[in-house]
């Protein structure tokens, strides 16, 4: 479990919104609040979740730390069909390529795809790709040819 669990936030919450998580995780998980008195999170793991989350150079190198240990956005990916991408064609390549901007971190053209990926994937219908920048997954659903 990594901090942006233990508070149930995300790397893209505000300060506020980190602050606001930390008082109610540390009030629902408080000894006197519990019924029986334990918790798989302790008021320590809590309060060391949000004393990186809350400073945000911490947080930065927190974030980066995951995305190099895991290879993998702290977030949950979204599902997407392959008809919200532009498509180019390019002719050097004889194929077609797939761009869309990220919601998240609203860096153009972060997500790409093309053809020859696609055609790898047709069998499951769906491909998952990642922003360069942020690191968001989408699963990418489509109809194979």
Same mark, same amino acid.
């Given at each position: 479990? $990594?901090?942006?669990? +233990? ?7 505000? @300060?506020?919104? +980190?602050? #606001? ?17 334990? !918790?798989? +999170?302790? &008021? ?7 004393? &990186? %989350? ?8 927190? +974030?980066? !730390? ?12 979204? *599902?997407?069909? %392959?008809?919200?991408?532009? !498509?180019?064609? &390019?002719? *050097?390549?004889? /194929?077609?390529?797939?761009? /869309?901007?990220? @919601? ?16 790898? $994937?047709? *069998?499951? $219908?769906?491909?998952?790709? $990642?922003? #360069?920048?942020? !690191? @968001? ?9």
């Amino acid at each position: 479990m $990594n901090y942006f669990d +233990i508070l149930d936030a995300n790397e893209f919450s505000t @300060q506020d919104e +980190i602050k #606001e998580k930390y008082r109610k995780t540390l009030l629902e998980h408080h000894p006197d609040k519990l019924s029986n008195g334990t !918790s798989s +999170i302790t &008021v320590d793991d809590i309060k060391k979740a949000y004393n &990186v %989350l809350s400073n945000s150079k911490l947080k930065l190198e927190y +974030i980066e !730390s995951l995305k190099l240990n895991t290879n993998l956005s702290i977030s949950n990916e979204d *599902e997407i069909g %392959l008809d919200q991408f532009k !498509s180019v064609y &390019v002719e *050097e390549k004889d /194929l077609f390529e797939f761009y /869309l901007d990220c @919601q998240r971190c609203k860096n153009v053209d972060s997500f790409y795809l093309n053809e020859e990926i696609l055609e790898a $994937n047709e *069998e499951h $219908n769906h491909v998952f790709v $990642n922003c #360069e920048m942020c !690191s @968001q997954w989408l699963k990418v659903v489509f109809s194979p040819n």
